[in-house]
């Protein structure tokens, strides 16, 4: 069963190339990092400080793009890590059909952040485990 | 009329935030820079080196997501200047329906050089006339 998860915490550095987000289990104890980089960091950042940019960044011009085309995202999730990178997915519903588009945890979790409320973010249970 | 045009150079550099990419018209001598984040600029320096990144980066997503919910990029359009601020449109097509969704010149180029052969990048020609 997947967990789900919140952004808990952002490291953002100017001094360093590697970020961290940090995904807490909902109603849980339950955390661990993920280095992400500084672009998708400060995409994410923005969302947080609810900055809202004089023109669409990139994860606004995806989410319009979805939009645009009729496709609704529903989730997102961490479905796995191997030697060290995680595997995300994005849910986007169009129709009936629920597509599940491979995408790194950082566009995940920014694309996830660009909604009001911020998509559910899980995790799959075995990914815990690893990290655990 | 649209001026189809090229991207003829992509100036990118560490010690700036600002990097440049220059659009020359195709079959014609018109030429004129954008000035454009490192992000966008690696993102469009990646594909010209025919760098595949181990994972989906940003604007890859923005492509799988596209061809996923049925739709077609056909082209993008440098559309206008105001203020010193160009703005562009990807035109996506989906059905017998083409939306052209705002977007940055930067985000408009990256996701043209992801194709193969590039997507066309199209320039009004008020744009040009106010460059020129």
Do not use: W
């Not at 400060?42 to 669409?56: D, G, M």
């Not at 979805?66 to 849910?91: D, Q, R, S």
């Not at 995408?103 to 690893?130: F, G, K, T, W």
């Amino acid at each position: 069963m997947p967990v789900l998860m919140e952004l808990s915490r952002l490291v953002v550095s100017d001094l360093t190339d590697q970020q961290a987000m940090y995904l807490r289990e909902v109603g849980g104890t339950r955390m661990f990092p993920i280095l992400i980089g500084q672009f998708e960091a400060q995409a994410i950042n923005r969302q947080l400080l609810e900055e809202e940019p004089f023109r669409p960044m990139t994860h606004a011009l995806l989410k319009n793009v979805i939009t645009a085309l009729g496709g609704v995202v529903e989730e997102v999730m961490i479905t796995e890590m191997k030697e060290h990178t995680y595997f995300a997915v994005l849910k986007v519903r169009i129709g009936d059909t629920v597509h599940g588009i491979d995408c790194r945890p950082s566009d995940a979790i920014a694309m996830a952040v660009h909604y009001s409320p911020a998509l559910p973010i899980y995790v799959a249970e075995q990914v815990l485990h690893e990290v655990g």
